[in-house]
Nanobody
Framework: QVQVVESGGGLVQPGGSLRLSCAAS????????MGWYRQAPGKQRELVAS???????NYADSAKGRFTISRDNAKNTVFLQMNSLKPEDTAVYYC?????????WGQGTQVTVSS
């Protein structure tokens, strides 16, 4: 049984910053990739950033230069530092452990960027 719990969402003004956290528990030792996805109203869920156990990262074009993904393997946690936030970053952000096909998802955390 794997549990994935996100935290850190909220309301922020354009240009502001937020840091999302995701803690995974259970039998995830074989799950290499952890990532953040987001889904805005009326849109499909999309990749924001992912990171392997070895630290290799992958970012969506919209996230490059503004967001940073990191992880603590010892604590099975992954973080997403989001800077220079824009209204178009407004979405529910989901943590994924182990990939989108056979992995596990958290319940999501709302990020709203608005003045």
């Amino acid at each position: 049984q794997v549990q994935v719990v996100e935290s850190g969402g909220g309301l922020v003004q354009p240009g502001g910053s937020l840091r999302l956290s995701c803690a995974a528990s259970g039998s995830i030792f074989s799950r290499n990739v952890m990532g953040w996805y987001r889904q805005a109203p009326g849109k499909q869920r999309e990749l924001v950033a992912s990171i392997t156990r070895g630290g290799s990262t992958n970012y969506a074009d919209s996230a490059k230069g503004r967001f940073t993904i990191s992880r603590d393997n010892a604590k099975n946690t992954v973080f997403l530092q989001m800077n220079s936030l824009k209204p178009e970053d407004t979405a529910v952000y989901y943590c994924n452990v182990g990939g989108i096909i056979t992995g596990y998802w958290g319940q999501g955390t709302q990020v709203t960027v608005s003045s």
